[in-house]
């Protein structure tokens, strides 16, 4: 089959490799499309410590089983994919903190993922796309399953105002995902002009640059930049015995300044939220709900030949979501 090939940090190929072999309780889909986010990024400029190469990426995919197993799919069936491989047997994952597994594995990350024709995956991370599925929206299904676990960390309440610091694909879904469940008004911060723009135009937020935002507070704040100092100004603008989600990915060395006084004055809670526990079904069910609203997100398609334009493109952050899309399987 045609699949992309890391083999080394910053090296990429488009090339043949054997069709992948289902392992027990394993099935193999045809994909349909999978996304490219920034963790991609950093897996192939050799940052994440995987240092899994040769690695065919993809972590984000949908598409049809053609060889079921034993798994009580059908060939035909259109499913999702759940990148996350927890052991099951570790502490954190008998706490049913699988998220936090001590054995943390991916598809797509230390094992072969979907930027191909075909990937091999456990029938246990399928989720069945019924038919009548806006499929249009099934490549949005494992960062909307990232967001639902984040909102479940915020627990908003509905009726009260939240604020999004960032405007890249996680927050527009966030401010989506905010609005859909009556949470707002929401507020979105973002400091590039053209991601302000587009927010503008995909979401019902208010939508600001973080200067023309410095006196809002909100009892529901988002931080999905990864930035130290939006970090900071998200902290600030937490109300009093309000909640800050964080959500972004800032560097592993990155510090930032938080008052002690103020989380004991002001009563604040801060809590983080790391991938997918528990929350691919919601997601689904969201996209299923919200197809209209979340359809737009999906802004550019390119072949596997065509990977590093793809690439290139998420980089130059003119994107919300791109995905890869095989050829017709021969
Ligand atoms: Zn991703
Ligand atoms: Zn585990």
Sequence with gaps: MRAVLATGPGQLTVTSVPDPTPGPGE???????????????????????????????GHEPWGEVVDAGASGYRAGDLVAVDPSLHCGACDPCRRGQGNMCQRWAAIGATRDGAWAQYAAVPAANLHLLEPGFP???????????????????????PDQPAIVYGAGTMGLIMAILLDTRGVGPVTLVEVNPARRALAARLTAADVRAPEDAAELKAPWVVEATGNPAAFEQALASVARAGTLLVFGVARPEATAAVSPYRLYADELTIVGSMA???????????????????????????????????????????????????????
């Design 135 to 157: 499929f249009e929206v099934a490549p949005l299904a494992e960062p909307v399953a990232c967001a639902e676990r984040g909102l479940r960390r915020l627990n908003p309440h």
């Design 27 to 57: 099935v193999v889909v045809a994909v349909r499309s999978c996304g490219i986010c920034g963790t991609d990024l950093h897996l192939l400029a050799g940052d994440l410590g995987t240092d899994r190469f040769p690695l065919v990426p």
């Design 276 to 330: 997918i526990l528990h929350s691919f079904p919601a997601a689904v069910d969201t996209l299923r709900r919200h197809a209209a609203r979340l359809a737009p997100l999906v802004t550019d398609r390119f072949g596997l030949g065509e990977a590093e334009a793809a690439l290139a493109l998420v980089r130059s952050g003119e994107t919300i979501k791109t995905v890869l899309t095989p050829e017709e399987p021969t």
